[in-house]
C-alpha cells in the first residue's frame, strides 16, 4: 500500500488519501477483508495529522468501500456488500461539488433558524416590506400589455429596452454606461459564478476583503481559486495594503463590495476607490464590484464607538433622504461612486440585483461590464439557461419605468434609516463595555466586536435562547475563523423589536462576560 | 514555426491552430512583424482546408495579435500594439470558457439568419403558435391572487405546490414521483449544466447518442469530459452495442434523448429502454434523460422511406390525437414510457421544460431524481442563482391547474401533426432519387440523408438563396463531421409554407446532384 500524497497540491491531503485507497480498493490491489492499519500508525507513516488520516477514514466509510468492527480494526467491504441497488453516489459526484462547504451553510441555516426569536441574522428584508401592492400592479400592467410571442426568446443579455432602462439608471447613479454595457442576470449572485466560470483557472488568485458575502467565497473555492483576504477596517478594503498583495499574488481577480459592505458595514471612501481601481490596473487585474446595497444610503448620524469614514456630501446639503435612484439630479455623497464610475478601460465588472431593494422572487440582476465580457458570458449564458426569464424581465421593466422604483426606494431608506438609528441608540443604551460597533451609512448591517474573549459562535446557542440571533462573523471570514465580530440586520425586524431584541442581546453579551471573567478567575 | 495538429483531438483543427500561433505570438517564438505564410501556402504545409487557416487568421486578428496589411501580407503585431489600456482579455479569460466553441454557435447562427427564407433550421416554435391568450390569462390570474410577502423566496427545489403539479403531471405520463424528487429549473439546460457540475470531473467519459443537442456536446466538452458517441439508427440509440462501450470506456454518465430525439427524430422502442436502464444500473452509470419534445406525440403514419421503429399502442385504439398530458387517463403508446418510469435505485435523472410545448420565454423546466440528487444540485443551486423566478413559477402553477396545459398540448399536436404530415407529403413528392428520410412520430424533427456526396454544409448556402434553411447534421455530431444528414424542423414554418419550402429544398438538392455529377463526369 505505497501512497504518496503532495503537500503542495490544492487538493486536501485528506482527499488525495482518500482517492488514492479508493483507486486501491476498486481496482482490487487492496483485497476485500484487507485490514486497514490503526489510524495513529498510517499518520506517522505518511507524517500527517491523525485528524487527516480519521477524515479519509470517515469518508471511505460512508462510501461504504470500508468498515470499522469494534476492537476488531477497519477493514475492506468485499464489493458484494457494496453493491446495493442504488448509486454509489459518494464515488460519482464530482471533485467540483465536493468543494462545496456544506457545514457553512448548515451554520447560516441554523442562526436563521429559531422562528420565536427577534431576528437580526437573515440577510434580506422583513417580507412586510416587500412592495405588495406595487409588485401586483406592475406585474398585472406588465402582462396585460404583454405581447408573448414577440417577447417569446429575450436576446441572452435581456430585452434591449430593459438594458436600456439599466443603463439610465446606473447613468444616475454615476456609472455612464450604453445598454450594451448591461446584461441582465437572474440575481447579481449568477453574475458572480458567470464572472468565475468566464476568467478563473484553478490556482488562480482572487483577493477578497478579509470578511465578506460567504457564496463569493464559495463560488471561488469550488473553481479551486487561491483566495486571499485583504485586511479591512471601518473604511472598507485596506487599499493602502492592495500593491503589495498584487505584488506577491499576481490576483486574476479582486472581489469587493464597496459600499455598504457585507458584512462589515463599511464603505470605502473616495480615495481608497481610487486606489483600488489604480493599483487593479496597473497589475492588470479584474475587479468585481458587488453592489447589492448601494442604493439603500441612510441620513448622516455622527455617533458611534468606532468613528464612520466620513462622506462627503455633493450638491450642496446633507444626504437627507437616501439616494433617489430615478430622480434626475441625485444628491448622493461622492464617496458613493461606484468604482465603475472611475474607469473606461474595462477593469470594473459591475453587479448589482432588485433583491435586496425590491424582492429576492424575481430573481432579477444585471451587470455592467466591457463588451468583451458581456460577449464571453453571453456564451456561456447561452449554454445554461438562456436568459433571464421573460415574465421578470417585464415586470423589471415596469418597476423602472416613470420613477416607480426610485419612490419606492426612497420610502424604504426613510424606513431603514430608522431602524438602523433605533439600533444604534440601543447599542449606546445596553452594550457592555468593550463591545464596539461601526455607524453603517446605509445597507443592511451593523458589524459589532464583542469584548475580549468572547467567541460569537458560542454566544450565538445563548441568544437564541434568550430569544434573539445574530450571524457569527466566522461565517464571513476568508482565512481563519473571526469569532470576535457578530453580524445584526437591523432591517429585517419589525421595528418595534430592535430594542426589546438589542437588550436580550446585549444581556446575553453581558452575562457572558461575566461567566468568561468568573471562569477565568476560577483558574 | 513548427506546427502539429491533431486530428484525432476534440478540438477542432482552426482552433488548434489559433492555440499554436497564440501562443507562439505571446511567447515571443515569433518576433513581432514576422510575415505569416499566405494562407492557401500554410493551409497546403499543414494538410488542410485553407478556411481552417482563414478561420485561425481572422480569430488571431480579432485578438489583436496579428494583422493583414493589403498587398503586403499578414505580419505578427508588435506587442505595444496590443497593449493598450485594456485589460488583456484573451489572457484573463479561463480555459474553462475558452473550451466553449463558438464556431458552432456561429455556425447555427448563420443558418437561422435567414429572413426572408422559409425556416426549417430554427429549434424553436413559430411565434404564431405560442398561446398568447392562455399566457396572458394565466399571468394576470397569478398576479392578481399573488401574494409577494410570502412567495418573496421559492425555496431552492421550487414551490411545493409547483413541485406537487408536475409530480403529478409525470405520474400521469408514466413516471411515478413525488414532489420530493422534482426540482424546478430555469429550463432543461440549466439542469444538464447542474448535472455536469455535479457529476463530471475532468476526464470522466460520457456517453451520448451520436448525434445529439449540441448544447449538451458542450456543458460535457467545457467540462474537459471525453464525450463519446454511440451510433444511432432509425429506433434511437444502439443499446445492443452498450455493454461493449460502457465495458471499454467506464461512462460515468449516459446523456439521451430517447424520444423524439434530436436532431434525428428517433424514439426508442420499449425493449432498448429497458436494455439502457439495465446496461447503466449493472455499469453504475447515471442515465440523464432529456425529454423535451415527448409530449409531442403526433397520430400513427406508416409511410416514409426508412421505416420508424412501430409504436404500439396501449390502451386501445391508435395515437390519435397526441398525449393528454393533463387527462386523467392518457392513451399513450408504451413505447413511449420515459427511462425514469423503468427504475426506482435512482439511476435516471430525467429533465423537461415547457419551452418546446409553450414559450421558451418561462425559462421554465424540471428535473425528476432520486433525493441524493436534488440535494446535491440544492446545494450548488444556492450558490448560482438560489431559484427560478418566483412569477415563472406563479404562471407555470396556473398552466399546470385545471388541464390547462393538457389541451393546450392536444391543440398543438394537432397542429404539428399536420405540418409534420405536409412535410412527408412534399417530401415524397419532390426529393431526389438517394434522399432517405425518417418518419417522426412525434416532437419537432424529421431527419434526412442527402443523396451520396453531398455535403450538407455546403448545401445551406445555396438552399439560403433559394430561400429556404435547415440545420446541417454538423451542428450535432459527436465525432467526425456528419455532412450526410440535414434536420428540417417542420413545427417551426407557417403551414402553407411547407409545401413551397421542402419544394424550393429538393429543387436546391436535384440541382446540387446533377452539379456533382457533371463535375465529377468533367473530372
Not at 485490514?35 to 506517522?44: G, S, T
Not at 432602462?165 to 437572474?186: E, I, K, P, W
Not at 426612497?410 to 461601526?438: K, T, V
Request: aromatic share 8%; proline share 6%.
Amino acid at each position: 500500500m505505497p501512497i504518496t500524497l503532495n503537500r503542495h497540491s490544492s487538493i486536501p491531503l485528506y482527499r488525495q488519501l482518500v482517492n488514492a485507497l479508493r483507486e486501491d480498493i476498486v481496482s482490487g490491489a487492496l483485497a476485500a477483508n484487507y485490514k486497514l492499519p490503526p489510524e495513529r500508525e498510517l499518520a506517522e507513516r505518511l507524517g500527517v495529522n491523525r485528524a487527516t488520516v480519521l477524515q479519509a477514514y470517515q469518508q471511505l466509510k460512508s462510501e461504504g468501500l470500508i468498515a470499522s468492527h469494534v476492537g476488531r480494526g477497519t477493514f475492506v467491504c468485499a464489493s458484494d456488500e457494496r453493491q446495493g441497488t442504488a448509486p454509489p453516489w459518494q464515488i460519482l459526484f464530482s471533485d467540483y461539488s465536493n468543494r462545496f462547504t456544506y457545514h457553512d451553510i448548515a451554520a447560516a441555516d441554523q442562526a436563521q433558524q429559531a422562528p420565536d426569536a427577534i431576528d437580526f441574522a437573515t440577510g434580506s428584508q422583513n417580507p412586510a416590506d416587500i412592495p405588495d401592492d406595487l409588485l401586483r400592479n406592475v406585474s398585472i400592467r406588465a402582462f396585460e400589455s404583454a405581447d408573448f410571442q414577440s417577447t417569446q426568446e429575450s436576446p441572452i443579455e435581456g430585452f434591449p429596452q430593459l438594458r436600456e432602462l439599466l443603463a439610465d439608471h446606473m447613468t444616475q447613479r454615476g456609472v455612464r454606461c450604453d445598454a450594451d454595457n448591461v446584461m441582465v442576470l437572474s440575481g447579481a449572485e449568477q453574475g458572480l459564478d458567470l464572472c468565475v466560470r468566464a476568467f478563473v483557472n484553478p490556482g488562480d488568485c482572487v483577493l477578497v476583503e478579509q470578511s465578506t458575502f460567504f457564496p463569493a467565497l464559495q463560488a471561488f473555492r469550488s473553481a479551486d481559486a487561491r483566495v486571499i483576504g485583504v485586511p479591512i477596517d471601518e473604511q472598507g478594503m485596506r487599499t493602502d495594503l492592495l500593491d503589495g498583495y498584487c505584488k506577491r499574488f499576481h490576483p486574476k481577480l479582486i472581489f469587493t463590495i464597496p459600499t455598504f459592505q457585507n458584512p462589515s458595514g463599511a464603505t470605502m471612501p473616495l480615495r481608497r476607490r481610487r486606489e483600488l481601481v489604480e493599483t487593479a490596473m496597473r497589475y492588470q487585474c479584474l475587479v468585481i464590484e458587488d453592489d447589492p446595497y448601494g442604493e439603500l444610503c441612510y441620513s448622516k448620524r455622527s455617533a458611534g464607538t468606532i468613528g464612520a469614514g466620513g462622506f462627503m456630501d455633493v450638491g450642496g446639503g446633507g444626504v437627507t433622504g437616501g439616494i433617489a435612484g430615478a430622480s434626475s439630479s441625485p444628491r448622493r455623497p461622492r464617496e458613493l461612486t461606484p468604482l465603475k464610475g472611475m474607469e473606461n478601460a474595462g477593469y470594473v465588472i459591475y453587479l448589482s440585483t432588485f433583491s435586496k431593494t425590491v424582492t429576492p422572487g424575481l430573481r432579477t440582476g444585471w451587470l455592467v461590464a466591457d463588451s468583451h465580457v458581456i460577449a464571453r458570458i453571453a456564451a456561456l449564458r447561452r449554454m445554461i439557461d438562456q436568459h433571464t426569464s421573460s415574465s421578470s424581465q417585464l415586470i423589471c421593466m415596469e418597476l423602472l419605468s416613470n420613477g416607480r422604483i426610485g419612490r419606492h426606494i426612497e420610502r424604504l431608506c426613510e424606513i431603514y434609516g430608522h431602524r438602523r438609528d433605533l439600533m444604534l441608540d440601543a447599542m449606546r443604551r445596553y452594550a457592555p463595555d468593550g463591545m464596539h460597533w461601526s455607524t453603517p451609512m446605509g445597507g443592511y448591517y451593523l458589524w459589532a466586536r464583542l469584548p475580549d474573549g468572547l467567541r460569537a459562535a458560542r454566544l450565538l446557542d445563548d441568544a437564541r435562547h434568550a430569544g434573539v440571533t445574530f450571524m457569527p462573523g466566522d461565517m464571513f471570514a476568508v482565512d481563519e475563523d473571526d469569532s470576535s465580530h457578530i453580524r445584526l440586520n437591523f432591517v429585517r425586524p419589525d421595528s418595534q423589536l430592535i430594542e426589546p431584541g438589542v437588550k436580550l442581546l446585549c444581556g446575553t453579551i453581558a452575562e457572558a462576560v461575566q461567566g468568561a471573567s468568573g471562569h477565568s478567575s476560577e483558574r
